[in-house]
């Protein structure tokens, strides 16, 4: 399945960030996102693979951190994901086979029962959790992202291979 990915979906609280919500005096929303999750995002761009964020809420955290990582696509406040989820499809020519979505709630469910590779963290709730092909073994905000990110890559390619070429800026950019 990992092998034909081209697109990797993402929500945010409890994907990116481990689900809790800080918020501050002057009602500022601080998240915290793990650093492994960015270099493997960073990584897979290298790879020709494109992102996408779909997530429920609206953050500047969240706009300062898609756009430090070169996010493809971003949509925040959305409720109706799966309509936002299907256009982007359609737009960008990718079948559902070829889109990899890692989720971690009910309101992610329409979108995981579609794609080619549905992901969930392992601390996301037990319905998601009936409903993936892939459970990682790290927690939301703890890395999963790059978990997944490190099984695609390794099916696409020779990873250490891969990396090696990336550390020695050896590999161009797939657009």
């Given at each position: 399945m990992s092998s034909k990915?081209?697109?990797i979906v993402?929500?945010?609280?409890?994907?990116?960030?481990?689900?809790?919500?800080?918020?501050?005096?002057?009602?500022?929303?601080l998240k915290a996102f793990h650093s492994q999750d960015g270099m493997g995002i960073t990584l897979a761009r290298h790879a020709g693979i494109q992102f996408a964020i779909i997530t429920g809420r609206k953050s500047d955290a969240v706009r300062r951190r898609a756009?430090?990582?070169?996010?493809?696509?971003?949509y925040e406040g959305i409720?109706?994901?799966?309509?936002?989820?299907?256009?982007?499809?359609?737009?960008?020519?990718?079948?559902?086979e070829e889109v990899?979505?890692?989720?971690d709630d009910i309101n992610d469910l329409l979108i995981l029962k579609q794609v080619g590779l549905a992901c969930a963290p392992k601390d996301a709730v037990d319905m998601v959790k009936r409903?993936?092909?892939?459970?990682t073994k790290r927690s939301g905000g703890e890395g999963a992202v790059r978990e997944v990110i490190d099984?695609?890559?390794?099916?696409?390619f020779d990873y250490d291979d891969f990396?090696?070429?990336?550390?020695?800026?050896?590999?161009?950019?797939?657009?």
């Open positions: 990915i081209k697109l993402l929500d945010v609280d409890g994907v990116l960030t481990d689900g809790k919500l800080i918020i501050g005096t002057n009602h500022t929303e756009k430090e990582l070169s996010i493809d696509y971003l409720s109706d994901k799966i309509q936002v989820f299907e256009n982007l499809l359609n737009e960008l020519n990718i079948s559902h990899c979505f890692i989720g409903n993936v092909h892939y459970i099984r695609i890559l390794t099916e696409q990396v090696m070429k990336f550390l020695q800026n050896k590999i161009e950019v797939k657009q």
